[in-house]
Structures are given as structure tokens and as C-alpha cells.
């Protein structure tokens, strides 16, 4: 039997909070909702995610879902409010800040902070979901002080919404979410500020590449401020290594020095093998496949279909935007030693396919 | 009737070669094939596309499809060996250089470089075909002493192979491709970097995004090399800037100057806007739906034969990369005012969706 019993109180009605709170319904738990706003209360409550909480409820959990900027004094009142037992952790995206808000609170020992890498780029109760953690990551970042039994608590909040609970301290998680999100966030929005601007004729040659390269810099600006502001030491030290890179690769570029250029191309090889795998495995030799397939409802239905049939898995999909026809590629990834089969099996049903 | 009558002369039966040599022979145009590497124009040959040239043939056109370092003085024996009439085009990725290699040529005005945006992953013949520039961008880069009559024979080609031709300066054109092409790629490569030899601890916490930052990264370093190294005097003029610029943002993150930060990434926001959308038209309000899905054959074909019963346009799919679970959430890019109804019509279904 898990140790965590209820009830366990959320505090932020939002996306994570919302969808903590729907998780923990759904294993029959008790759940109090506050939030600043009533309004989100409401909302979630009439969603199923639990009840308005009273003042003579007592929380076993009390779950801090805010907003980055409001992490340590939302963090420091639920300790102030919290009964003898009471654990309380928080879902932030940074770690060292928050437990720096309550050293010296003298229920500091039950704070555990927390973070599931899970969906940020919408907002709001109603984008609220249960599955929201399945399978995901979710860094438990306990402080030296933190009690072992709060973190068990905690623990089995992790477990519970079905994520895979990933256990670091407090500065290597900020370590951590700087090198995995926070720079390559910023990155991505430097390379996209690139393109405000540009002439139009030019940014007629952009092509999955560049697409990908910037995707997440289209993430709202006020909220990255916060995480990324929120995590400032660890995301400017990281930065200012890439910055001594980039000051190398111009170097390299504008005097012509292709092995030095070749060298930190190479590097950058190396790092992306480094991302793990599908499934937490070690990554797997994966081949595209590409497919022409006209852009209507039904036809990725059909390709889907026939390579349904074909017993292949297919382990990532990606429509290429095509800017002048009626037509799509659309990109498979597949194990490379099943390519040849998925491709002579499209083949067999009238598909064109390249690699 | 098109000005492109053959024969059409393939230096180079690579990837690109090939598919053009495919694309000029569904054509039903006579099609010579030569390369440094015998077997690859058999293999070429083999696939139907075209017959080995003979010291007797004349093009109409040679597309010259050799690796980057080759351009100029490959570009400059054919035009060595022309007819009086033969034009002579390249698909290299730059466009400046071979300009340059040609100039003072008696034939120079029959030169005119060209540059299809089109895969460029997988290499060799066999990964050829004859639909790869099928709506696709196509750069025409005449320079100022190219004859009108050889700019049309290669527009011809460009629209024969079922691609756009978009009409720039060669300054213009490599201008463009630093921007939208070589820079997102060292920076994307850049980032990669910063995860070679990180802990795997911390690995374990990558999500979406920086999988999204770093894939151009895991391209061929010594051919990236080759084709950023060509346009260096644009890439590191682009590239100085974004050093500048990410001075800046450093500067906003060890201050903690959030205005500064929020603007940074604000602007970043803007570029993402800038991209064109599907169709070349101008970017659609699009909405992200995320269901879940067992991770094996036949579950996506069910999804996307629920998808197109509801006759609601998918405008892109990505399979979220899921380390601990036999589930996979897959993403569906929807235009925004279609999303609540394929939401409702994939529940209806049964499936687990979340904005």
C-alpha cells in the first residue's frame, strides 16, 4: 500500500496542479483545490479534480503548482500553514531557488521539491489531463535537510501519476534542466530572432531544419522569463561556455579553418547520440523514410494503415510542410534493420517512398 | 511546350543527381550520366536513369550534383568541354563560389547555378527518386553576365522536376541559406555539444524540445563542413551577430534584467512567426492535441482512420519519445479552429487526448 493516503491539497489550479489533481482522484484519493484565482477552482473542481479546500481540512500533501516567480513565498506559507505531518513539495522548473526560500522555516525538513518534465506550452485547467506524467520523467530534488519519510511521500506522488521518478540534488537538477531546456531554449530563440525581419524571398528557402531548430522558441515569452530568470547562475555559466564555443566555431568559419569547423560539427554529433533513447533505452539506429501523401483527411489514415500491416513500428512520424502543393512528405522513423520491409511493403500498395 | 528538350548531361549520380536524372527521364527526356565513381552511374544506369555519356553526346544541359569542394572546377570542364549552345547549371549548396570560378570563362554566360531545397540525410543513387523536389523551394541564381536563354533551360529543369523556382542574386542566395540554413545549423550544433559527456543523470531529463534543437546536429560533419565552410563570408557575418546578441542575453541572465531577457526571447517569438506556412502562405493559427497511444503496429492506424472519419485536416504529426512507457503520446497539429472538434470526435472514439 502506498504511503501516500490523502488528502492531498493542490495549490495553482493550472495545467500541472489540475492534472496532478485528476491523477489523484483517479487513485481515489482525496483532493483540495485552492488557488488565487476562484474562478480556476471552480473550474477544476467541475472537472472532477476534487473539492474546494476548507480551513478545517488537514492536507497529508500540500502540491505548490504556481507560477515560477510565486514558488518560494507560496512554498514558505504552506509550511507555515501545515500541520505537524504535512509534507509539502512544489512542481517548479527550477530547484535551488524554492529550497532557498525556506531555509531556517523550521518545517523546512518536510519541503521536497520536485519537477515533471511534462507538457508546458498550454495553460489552464481545462488543458488539464491525468495521463499528463505517464511515463515521464519527474526530478525529485530533495534538500540535505529534507526527512526521509516526506521524501517516500512525495516519492509515491511520482509514482502514482505514473512517472518515472529521477532523484537529484537541488543544484545538479538546475545543472541539469540548464543544459537539457533552459540553453537550448535560448538558442533557439536567438537562431528564430534571426528571422524576424528577413526579407521574405529568403525566408522562402526555410526548411525542416530551421523549423525544428526554433520550434520551442515559440513558447511564451513572460513564462521562459521566469523559468529561465529562475535559474540564472546555472543557465549563465552553461551559456558562457557556449559562448567561448561560438567564439571557436567563428573563429574556424571566418578564417577558413575547415578541420577546426569539422571538429565542433563532430562534437555536436557526439551530443546528440548522447540524448537518451526511446523508452529510457540507449539511442537505436533509426532510418527515415519518406512518403508522398496527398494532403487530405483520410490518406495519412490509409499510410498509417498499410504500414499498420506491415508489422513494422514506427517510432516517430513528421508531416513535412511542403510550401507549394497539394501534397505532403511524410517522414517515418523506423528501426534501420525493418526499413527495407516497411518500404517494400508501401511500395506493394501503390506509395512512393524515398529515403 | 518546354524549352528543355535534352539531352540532359548528370555530373555526379549521387543523391541529387539521380533524382534529377529520374525526374528529366519521366520526362521522357534522353538523359547521360557520368561520375568520378564508375559503379555509381552502373547503379544509376540501373535504375532507369539515363545511359552513360559517351564522348559523342551532346547536352542541351549538364546539372553539375558533385560534393561541394568539387563545384568550381567541375562547373568549369564542363563548361571547358560544352557545345556552343550547352548550358551548364550546379545544385550546389552555395552559390557565390562556383560564380566565382567561372568568371573570365569564354562560356561564363551559360553558367547559371541553381540550388534545390531537398534532402539531403541520405546520399547515393539508391536513396534517388524521381518526386524528391515535388513542391519544393528551388533557388535560381543567375549571375549579372548569364544569358536570358540559359536562365530559361534552367527554370525548365526547375519545373520539370515538379519544384518552385525561386529567383535570387547568388550574394542573395547564400545570404539567405546562412540564415535559414547554416546558422540554425551550428547553433543547433553548438547545443548538441553541450551534451556530449554530460551525466546521464541529467541526460535522463531531455524532453521534446532540445531533441527538436539538436536533430540538424546529427547531420555528416565533414559534408556540413564542406557546405558551410563555401559560404563562410555570409556565415560569419550572421554568425557575429548572433555572438552579439547572445552577449547580450548573457548579460540579461547574469543581471537578472527579466525586461531584457522577455525582450530577447520576445523577439525570438516574432521570428518563429516569420516562418512561412504550409502552402507558402502565411502561418496559421495551429493548435497542438496530444492523445496517447499504445507503442505498437496497427494503434496509429486506428488513430488516423478516427482522425479522417471526423474530416478534420491534419497539418502535422510528431511521436513524443516516451523513456519508461510502452505508450507514446502523439502530438496532432490542427488548425485552431477545427481542434475541439477532432478532440471530441477522438474521444468519442475512446481515445485520451489533452491539449
Chains 1, 2 share one sequence.
Not at 16 to 25: E, M, P, V
Not at 199 to 221: N, Q, Y
Not at 312 to 322: K, Y
Request: charge should be negative; glycine fraction near 12%; aromatic fraction near 2%.
Amino acid at each position: 500500500m502506498s504511503v501516500l493516503t490523502g488528502p492531498v491539497e493542490i495549490v495553482g489550479t493550472g495545467l500541472i496542479g489540475t492534472s496532478i489533481a485528476l491523477a489523484c482522484r483517479r487513485a481515489g484519493l482525496d483532493v483540495l483545490l485552492s488557488d488565487t484565482a476562484p474562478e480556476h477552482v471552480r473550474t477544476a473542481s467541475g472537472l472532477g479534480a476534487g473539492r474546494p479546500r476548507t480551513p478545517e481540512d488537514v492536507p497529508q500533501l500540500v502540491v505548490v503548482a504556481v507560477p515560477p516567480d510565486a514558488l518560494g513565498t507560496t512554498i514558505r506559507a504552506a509550511l507555515d500553514a501545515a500541520a505537524p505531518d504535512t509534507v509539502v513539495t512544489d512542481v517548479g522548473s527550477v530547484k535551488a531557488a524554492p529550497l532557498d526560500a525556506v531555509a531556517g522555516h523550521p518545517a523546512a525538513s518536510r519541503y521536497v521539491g520536485s519537477h515533471p518534465m511534462a507538457g508546458t506550452e498550454h495553460s489552464g485547467p481545462l488543458s488539464a489531463n491525468p495521463f499528463l506524467f505517464d511515463g515521464r520523467p519527474w526530478a525529485i530534488a530533495a534538500g540535505p535537510g529534507a526527512a526521509p519519510a516526506a521524501i517516500r511521500v512525495v516519492q509515491a506522488l511520482v509514482e502514482l501519476c505514473g512517472a518515472l521518478p529521477v532523484r537529484l540534488t537541488p543544484a545538479e537538477h538546475d545543472k541539469a534542466v540548464a543544459r537539457t531546456s533552459h540553453v537550448p531554449h535560448l538558442l533557439a530563440s536567438l537562431v528564430a530572432g534571426t528571422l524576424a525581419g528577413a526579407a521574405p524571398e529568403h525566408l522562402a528557402l526555410s526548411g525542416t531544419g530551421v523549423r525544428d531548430v526554433t520550434r520551442v522558441a515559440g513558447g511564451d515569452p513572460q513564462l521562459y522569463s521566469q523559468i529561465i530568470g529562475g535559474n540564472a547562475s546555472a543557465v549563465a555559466a552553461l551559456l558562457a561556455e557556449v559562448r567561448d564555443r561560438l567564439d571557436l566555431l567563428l573563429e574556424a568559419v571566418g578564417s577558413g579553418d575547415r578541420a577546426g569547423l569539422e571538429s565542433l560539427l563532430s562534437h555536436g554529433l557526439a551530443g546528440t547520440r548522447a540524448i537518451p533513447g526511446k523508452h529510457g533505452g540507449p539511442p537505436q539506429p533509426m532510418v527515415e523514410l519518406h512518403v508522398a501523401v496527398p494532403d487530405h483527411p483520410g490518406e495519412l489514415a490509409r499510410l498509417f494503415a498499410d504500414a499498420g500491416d506491415s508489422g513494422v513500428n514506427i517510432e516517430d512520424v513528421r508531416i513535412d510542410h511542403d510550401p507549394g502543393r497539394p501534397v505532403g512528405l511524410v517522414e517515418l522513423d523506423v528501426a534501420a534493420e525493418r526499413a527495407e520491409e516497411l518500404r517494400a511493403a508501401l511500395e506493394s500498395k501503390g506509395w512512393v517512398t524515398h529515403r
